[in-house]
């Protein structure tokens, strides 16, 4: 018992120091934890910034186009230069005014038995071309509204009688009253929460093995008197903390995005979406299963970054040996929606591959504890291998003073 | 006292130039080092001193051999760690840690009830003169305070032995002399000491006994005085060259 808890005891020091040296790296642990929480919100409401920016000054630009063949219809060109935004020019030359810019575009206008057929001709490589394509659009759709309009009142129809169908959607999720996620949050949540998981850790894994062989302190470490396997779990430990951390501020940092992101990027009749602004269906329970399925991957996770840490020379060396496992972490975060809630028991096997497909069903609802449990024994399986490894690479000298 | 007995660690090396495959470290090396007297492994960069060194502290094993202290195996000796205190001129310390901590640390390790480790510690920080910065994170150090805090940690458990690897090196003149005259204050105390160095002078100001060691092999060794005479040189430094070049 007193030998447990000296064990403990011995263990906890170990840790602390590790942690220790992490944390008191003040600027790099403070960049860190800043950016992983705000650069995200900040890069969407500045790029939303902008956007609106280049929206406004676009609008208050003249759109200056051209009808060619106005007598296909009269009306619609006169409605069109009736418009106060819209100034339209004579042209001999359609194709040439418009590369010249002296033109925004032209309407060319055309009849298919009694449709008519406005077809606007704009240029892609500027912008103001394509600002007013969306202009004429509306102008011309409203055109449509009106002589639809003419034509119901004049054969005493309504807007039902020409639509008789009217299809819409709804998920089982709604009419059963359950959370409903939006897709952009099924698609993003995963892949946010991997690359959090590894990304944040990466660096830091990297510091505590390789960076301790850079700054000839491993010898130090290893003159303590503590087993070779203690202190490579106690690094792992610390740097399953880190990772966690990192996947909290992670998750906070797309939950920061998604107040800061325009209404309307999320289209007003998708799930999840009320008044126009995200609605992140989390509850409590799904936070803890989400941290369920991501306990043992932070444990593979950390393990993988200090086995891949300790055999590399130098940091520089170790950040080539991490870049595979980040970029592979990226593609892997995107198969998200290839999975459902359907998904067969063989993909929870796979690390990485299994965690996203497990974490899909969680956020739409489904925790399915045969899938869960698949991927738990998978993934502690790896661990152990990886942990053996680990620990075996702290005994070998070749790999632990080699420079 | 310690017995090295034909103590053997290879490494394979590849020359980057030529591609050719050697093998460095030592081979069969054998020495005694008494209580109370320095033992000076000399040698130059590459020879094998700081593969002895790392051996006889535990941080690596060997591939054949045996070490005794006091008659009894390394194998043998339940935590052995905290009867050899290692400190090296390349090794460094914890630079995120205070001084206190990275001492504490050691002491947690040995085991050392809470109240004596802060006493012990007291007492070192006292003894090396460490009380002003003791405190500080140890990036700001100098290489001096460094060296004074890794001597510090390596005392903090009282081992019987004390391993110093190439210590003195870039060192400034004032720190140099300072860590010398603590190692001569451990032999005072009758501590086991080895002292790796490639540094002539300052192995004949410290060293009772020497290995010239070359190429992984101990050419000779016994006592300095001895030696001297044996080779009719006034300095350890001209024993050297006279039997590494005699190999060549």
Redesign the interface.
């Known amino acids: 018992m007193r030998n447990n808890n ?1 064990m403990r ?2 263990f906890w ?2 840790f602390k ?1 590790e942690v ?3 944390t ?2 003040r600027k790099t642990f403070v960049t860190f934890m800043v950016m992983s929480v705000l650069l995200t919100p900040l890069l969407i409401a500045g790029l939303g910034a902008f956007q609106e920016f280049q929206r406004k000054q676009l609008e208050k630009e003249e759109v200056v186009i051209a009808i060619k063949d106005q007598e296909v219809d009269q009306n619609l060109s006169n409605y069109i230069k009736a418009n106060s935004q819209i100034r339209v020019i004579d042209s001999s030359s359609f194709e040439a005014d418009l590369e010249s810019k002296k033109l925004k575009g032209y309407i060319d206008l055309n009849k298919e038995g009694t449709q008519i057929i406005a077809q606007f001709v704009y240029d892609q490589s500027s912008n103001a071309s394509i600002a007013s394509s969306l202009k004429i659009n509306a102008i011309v759709q409203s055109y449509a509204v009106l002589v639809r309009q003419e034509i119901l009142d004049k054969n005493n129809l309504t807007e039902l009688d020409l639509n008789p169908v009217l299809f819409s959607q709804i998920t089982l999720q709604e009419v059963q009253n359950k959370p409903s996620q939006n897709d952009l949050v099924l698609l993003l949540l995963p892949y946010i929460i991997l690359i959090g998981l590894i990304q944040g850790a990466a660096q830091f894994a990297i510091e505590l093995t390789a960076g301790e062989k850079e ?3 491993l ?8 087993s070779r396997a203690m202190i490579g779990i106690s690094k792992i430990a610390a740097i399953l903390l880190l990772s966690l951390l990192s996947l909290v501020l992670n998750v906070a940092s797309l939950m920061l995005t998604f107040l800061l992101m325009p209404a309307d990027a999320f289209g007003p009749s998708q799930p999840g979406v009320e008044n126009g602004a995200l609605n992140l269906n989390i509850s409590l329970g799904t936070l803890v299963q989400i941290f369920l399925v991501l306990l043992p991957l932070s444990f593979l996770i950390s393990s993988l970054l200090i086995l891949l840490g300790t055999y590399a020379r130098n940091q520089k060396e170790g950040g080539i040996y991490i870049l595979p496992l980040i970029l592979a972490s990226v593609f892997i975060g995107l198969t998200g929606q290839a999975f459902d809630a359907n998904t067969p028991a063989g993909i929870f096997l796979i690390p990485l591959v299994g965690h996203v497909a497990l974490l899909k069903q969680v956020l739409l609802g489904y925790f399915i504890p045969i899938n869960f449990i698949i991927s738990v024994i998978s993934t502690f399986a790896i661990f152990f291998v990886i942990l053996f490894v680990s620990i075996n690479m702290f005994k070998r ?2 790999v632990i ?1 080699r420079k | 006292m310690l017995e090295i007995k034909d103590l053997t660690k290879l ?1 394979n090396r590849v020359d980057k130039k030529t591609k050719e495959k050697s093998k460095v470290g030592v081979q069969n090396i054998s020495f005694k080092a008494q209580p109370g007297r320095i033992f000076g492994l000399i040698g130059a960069n590459g020879a094998g001193k700081t593969t002895t060194m ?1 051996i006889v ?1 535990n ?3 060997p591939q054949s051999g045996d070490i005794f202290l006091d008659g009894k195996n390394y194998k043998d000796i339940k ?1 052995l ?2 009867r050899v205190g ?1 400190v ?1 001129g ?8 205070t001084g206190y ?1 990275t001492i504490k ?2 002491g ?4 050392i009830p809470k109240k004596e480790l802060e006493k012990k510690i007291e007492m070192l920080s006292e003894k090396l003169g460490m009380k002003d910065f003791i405190n500080d ?1 140890a990036v700001s150090y100098s290489t001096g305070m460094k060296q004074k805090v ?1 001597i510090a ?2 005392l903090v ?1 009282d081992p019987q032995i004390l391993v110093f690897d190439e210590v003195t090196n870039g060192l400034d003149i004032f720190a140099s002399r300072a860590v010398k005259d603590q190692i001569k204050m451990f032999k005072e105390e009758g501590k086991i000491i080895l002292y790796s160095t490639h540094i002539m002078p300052d192995a004949d100001e410290l060293c009772d006994d020497i290995a010239i060691i070359h190429k992984g092999e101990i050419l000779d060794q016994g006592n300095v005085s001895d030696l001297r005479k044996k080779y009719k040189k006034q300095t350890i430094e001209e024993i050297f060259f006279e039997l590494v070049n005699n190999r060549i």
Request: proline share 0%.
């Open positions: 000296n005891s011995k020091a170990l120091k220790l040296t992490i008191r790296d700054r000839n302190t010898a130090t470490t290893l003159s303590l008197n503590a000298e070749e003073f | 490494f790392r502290a941080l690596t094993y935590n760690k905290m290692f090296s390349e090794t460094q310390i914890f630079d995120r840690l901590e640390l050691f947690e390790f040995a085991d994170i890794s940690r390596a458990t």
